[in-house]
């Protein structure tokens, strides 16, 4: 085993500032994180955040400010630098190798092997076995597990303890939590918290408000590329922060007329996959129908079936009451089902074309005469879109994967919208979007739902979930074990229903 | 519906692009690359031989090009597409044999039908390989590259087949022309021209990108992309099975194997050298035939110069490799481990 260090060790940068190809991303910042405190870094998307954390992880130069670790400037040319100041920043998108196990991937890089480097895969499960039992995550994560098989919390989980056993003095989160569920993120807090009594310099970025006043001592703001301000948790509310980070009031996020539902849309009857179990639901048009649990609870894999790509076992699918098998996305589409994907980049987005081109792709059809698609008609749909969801992009013609989360995402809804799907599925819709973003996918989810289109949501942020549905479905293991109306959902009874350990069927059925 | 979301508009979209930039990226730094060092190539060859800019050296140009330029085009689809067909050059030996052996039985119409037909069946082999057998398209086509030529050479007992010398359609394809312009560059102009369209100006084409680009994306947004997949390669298998009939034409026999081997790699040569990129969604058929025109400049004027033949290849793999490092680092690749 390592001895854990005491360490006491805090980063300074004064003046940071970088350019991008004209755009100016950091202009003079000044951060400090100290050593034994938890600083969160506070932002809209495009504040800078991102590009901070390159720039402490080695991954950009800046072009002006200095930083200094324990007192000592340092410089980074590479984020093998970074690494060896002592300085590790936890990527939200972790780069996993697929086909190797847990194990291997932690130790990547630093492979402790035996005499001839002959690695043994047993010896190296058990240290990360015990690494993983150090930091908290025993049971979360089988070592032996391949890195294909990893779900996005998984992968987080591998991530973390890939840089923690560095042992680093400065350590800064990107997002950790947006894949992970509640318990997940409890047990990760429960780390972050060792971690600043060790007497390390925790930097915390995220959008999740109530996150930060848990877990952060100081909260610091950015926008615009320029430092707002600091402020210790103790002395601000949420709403300076928002505040401070948007540069205006957020009234409410969640500011939803609820009315009474219309037909049922869809409806699910004991429906089996090969990762459900026996899901019966149902969706009526202009409704909000919130899919709660925790990851892995096969939420994801549901809104596949539906959606036409993955096999349904067994029961019923019903669509405007009749029942439907659908063979492919293809057939499932042309019935009205639409399904904005959790991983947008991975699963949803073309992101080496336009934003034009990923609006219109699910509507070519119809904007096309012979096989020939109307530029006009292609580009004034994608004006209209760009304008009513206010995506914020130069033009339509400009690459997706130049957008921020929160637009990307935007995009992803404009092309449902486009093709006036009647049912709406969105898995995690605002997973990695800013305030301001997240509060108009909550806008444009709401006049979906008073159009009469059915939504059904899959979201692990539960002031989302109560703020959004109409009505609260949870699911743990594969199964529903609850149904909660908005009236009576909280979140003891959402998160009692995802992670009680029996799995009853009674239940809190409405 | 109107949106009406709490929050105007935030602060901080780029502002639009100037004029000049917005031409410049309309015809793309990549196509201005390859016309510059076109432009360099044609003073440099002009300068030391005049012979270079007479009117049947630029023919001369153009019909040495033709062949692999076909297939250059037709690669630069399938790798959009996010595939690779490694099997092009195979197919053109195939369908070369097999349409002097139809000509020599059927007569010139039904040997280019049937021909065409025999490519098409190639493709549509290959692409069932890959979406049904799950074999990737590398390994897929180099299977075809190997056994399109055993069959070849199977079928033709590895010697030139037929005679169509004297048949007016092969004559008038490999020597005719129209509008004083030969028939091998009219072909190769209309194929190109057709697929530039689609690609370009069809859903066809667009799904093809979008297919290339991410393939989750694709089918999730109700793309069916197996029927992509077998059609391009179906059509690629096509255009090489028309390029082995020009073989034949312009070599008056059935050629199995010469007149087609290494053909797949030029074809991929140009592509790259074209800006396509090898995993998919990104390129153009204008960026590959202005590479197949550098091409074939390079090779002409090396020749006209007097230069031994072997520095040829060794020309040609340069320019590839500097063409995609300037390309990559313009990128912005980080310098670490495999690039994508």
Redesign the interface.
């Known amino acids: 085993m390592r001895t854990v260090t005491q360490a006491s060790a805090s980063l300074t940068a004064r003046g940071i500032s970088k350019n991008f190809s004209g755009?100016r991303a950091l202009d003079g910042v000044d951060i400090d994180l100290p050593a034994g405190r938890v600083t969160a870094l506070m932002g809209?998307n495009?504040a800078g955040k991102s590009t901070l954390l390159k720039i402490l992880s080695g991954?950009h130069l800046p072009d002006a400010g200095e930083i200094e670790i324990g007192g000592e400037t340092v410089s980074f040319q590479t984020p093998f630098d970074a690494r060896s100041a002592g300085l590790r920043v936890i990527a939200q998108e972790p780069e996993i190798v697929p086909h190797v196990s847990v194990a291997e991937n932690i130790y990547l890089g630093a492979l402790p092997s035996g005499r001839l480097g002959r690695v043994s895969q047993r010896a190296i499960e058990e240290q990360a076995r015990q690494d993983l039992e150090r930091f908290g995550f025993g049971h979360l994560l089988d070592p032996a597990r391949l890195g294909v098989e990893l779900s996005p919390a998984q992968r987080q989980i591998v991530e973390i303890v890939r840089c923690l056993i560095d042992e680093p003095q400065v350590i800064c989160f990107d997002e950790p939590t947006s894949s992970l569920s509640d318990h997940e993120t409890d047990v990760l807090f429960e780390l972050i918290a060792r971690l600043r009594d060790e007497g390390r310099a925790v930097g915390y970025v995220s959008h999740r408000m109530h996150e930060i006043f848990r877990i952060a001592d100081t909260v610091t703001v950015l926008r615009?590329g320029r430092l707002i301000g600091s402020r210790e948790v103790t002395d601000t509310t949420e709403g300076e922060i928002v505040k401070m980070m948007?540069?205006?009031d957020?009234?409410s996020?969640y500011?939803r007329d609820r009315r009474e539902p219309g037909a049922p849309a869809l409806e699910l009857e004991d429906v089996t996959t090969d990762d459900v179990t026996g899901v019966s639901l149902t969706v009526h048009h202009g409704e909000v129908v919130a899919l709660a649990g925790l990851v892995g609870a096969g939420r994801t894999e549901l809104a596949l079936a539906i959606?036409g790509?993955r096999p349904v076992r067994s029961g019923v699918i019903k669509v405007e009451g009749t029942p439907r098998q659908f063979g492919?996305?293809?057939e499932a589409?042309?019935a009205g089902i639409a399904?904005a994907?959790e991983e947008r980049k991975?699963?949803?987005?073309?992101?080496?074309?336009t934003v034009r081109?990923n609006i219109?792709?699910?509507v070519?059809?119809s904007?096309?005469r012979f096989?020939?698609?109307k530029?006009r008609r292609e580009k004034d749909l994608a004006d209209r879109y760009i304008e009513?969801?206010?995506i914020?992009?130069?033009?339509a013609a400009q690459l997706v994967q130049n957008l921020s989360g929160g637009n990307q995402q935007k995009v992803v809804l404009a092309?449902w919208l486009a093709r006036d799907a009647g049912i709406l599925i969105l898995d995690e819709p605002t997973r990695g979007v800013d305030v301001?973003a997240k509060?108009?996918i909550y806008?444009?989810i709401d006049?979906?739902a008073s159009?009469g289109v059915a939504v059904l949501v899959i979201s692990s942020e539960l002031p989302e979930v109560l703020g959004l549905a109409d009505r609260v479905v949870v699911m743990q293991n594969g199964r529903v074990t609850g149904e909660l109306h908005h009236t009576e959902a909280t979140e003891e009874r959402i998160l009692t229903l995802a992670i009680a350990d029996h799995l009853s069927d009674e239940g809190a059925t409405s | 519906?109107?949106?009406?979301?709490?929050?105007?508009?935030?602060?901080?979209?780029?502002?639009?692009?100037r004029g000049w930039r917005r031409i410049l990226r309309a015809i793309g730094v990549q196509n201005l690359s390859l016309v510059a060092a076109i432009a360099v190539l044609v003073l440099v060859i002009g300068s030391q031989n005049s012979a270079f800019y007479l009117t049947s050296n630029l023919k001369t140009i153009g019909m040495a090009v033709t062949i692999s330029g076909l297939l250059a085009v037709v690669q630069t689809v399938v790798i959009i597409m996010g595939g690779i067909d490694l099997s092009v050059g195979s197919v053109a030996g195939l369908a070369s044999v097999a349409s002097a052996m139809l000509f020599t039985s059927f007569g010139s119409g039904v040997s280019l039908i049937g021909a065409l037909a025999i490519g098409a069946v190639c493709g549509v082999i290959s692409g069932s390989v890959v979406v049904f057998g799950r074999v990737t398209p590398m390994i897929a086509t180099l299977a075809g590259l190997i056994g399109y030529k055993g069959i070849a050479q199977l079928v033709s007992d590895g010697r030139a087949q037929g005679y169509t010398g004297a048949d007016p359609l092969y004559v008038f394809l490999a020597r005719g022309s129209v509008l004083g312009i030969p028939t091998l560059i009219w072909i190769l102009a209309l194929v190109a021209a057709a697929l530039h369209v689609m690609l370009r100006?069809?859903?066809?084409g667009?799904?093809i990108?979008?297919v290339g680009?991410?393939d989750?994306?694709?089918?999730?947004?109700?793309?069916?992309i197996n029927r992509y997949i077998l059609g391009v390669f179906a059509l690629a298998g096509t255009v090489a099975a028309l390029a082995g009939v020009l073989i034949t034409a312009r070599t008056g026999s059935g050629q199995p194997v010469s007149g087609s081997e290494g053909l797949e790699f030029q074809s991929i040569t140009a592509a790259a050298l074209g800006g396509v990129?090898l995993r998919g969604?990104?390129g153009s058929i204008g960026g590959t035939i202005l590479a197949v025109i550098l091409l074939g400049i390079l090779l002409n004027g090396m020749s006209l110069l007097g230069v031994n033949p072997f520095w040829q290849n060794i020309a040609q793999g340069t320019l590839l490799v500097s063409a995609v490092i300037i390309q990559q680092l313009r990128n912005g690749e980080?310098r670490v481990g495999l690039p994508k």
């Not at chain 1, 991975?346 to 074309?353: E, F, G, N, Q, S």
């Not at chain 2, 100006?201 to 066809?204: F, K, L, Q």
């Not at chain 2, 989750?216 to 947004?221: E, F, N, P, Q």
């Open positions: 755009v809209e495009g991954d615009d948007v540069g205006r957020l009234t996020m500011d959606a790509d492919s996305p293809r589409i042309a399904l994907p991975a699963d949803a987005l073309v992101m080496v074309r081109d219109a792709l699910a070519l059809g904007l096309s096989g020939f698609v530029a009513q969801l206010h914020r992009t130069p033009s092309r301001g509060a108009e806008q444009i006049e979906l159009r | 519906m109107t949106a009406t979301p709490v929050a105007p508009t935030v602060e901080g979209a780029p502002p639009r692009e100006y069809t859903r066809m667009r799904n990108y979008a680009g991410n989750t994306a694709a089918r999730l947004s109700g793309i069916d990129a969604g990104k980080r």
